[in-house]
């Protein structure tokens, strides 16, 4: 598994985002896929992950109804779907792949990340 995250950019408050998370290696259609992010001075977090099939997706709080998960198995692609963004969404979004198909909201979980995409959310 080899994964690569794009998408990020600068953008109002109230703004649209689609972050996309590609597998150049074809092989992460067994496994969970999550995206966190990391704040400056502050923990990585859990924002969404979303099983093997996708059948199955899980969110933090503080982005249910406005991010939406999802993953086109046809083009090894996982995407994170970002409206309604906040300033308190500013961070750099990491995508990873867990070794099993259902993940968790722990980054132990997770065997393989991506570099990170840089989201700025301005007021």
């Known amino acids: 598994v080899q994964l690569q995250a794009s998408g990020g950019g600068s953008v109002q408050a109230g703004d649209s985002l689609r972050l996309s998370c590609a597998d150049s290696r074809r092989t992460f259609s067994n496994n969970a896929v999550a995206w966190f992010r990391q704040a400056p001075g502050k923990e990585r977090e859990f924002v969404a992950r979303?099983?093997?099939?996708?059948?199955?997706?899980y969110y933090v709080d503080s982005v249910k109804g406005r991010f939406t998960i999802s993953r086109d198995s046809a083009k090894n692609t996982v995407y994170l779907q970002m409206n309604s963004l906040k300033p308190e969404d500013t961070a750099v979004y990491y995508c990873a792949a867990s070794l099993g198909p259902y993940g968790s909201s722990s980054v132990r979980e997770y065997r393989y990340w991506g570099q990170g995409t840089l989201v700025t959310v301005s007021s």
């Open positions: 979303i099983s093997w099939r996708g059948s199955s997706t």
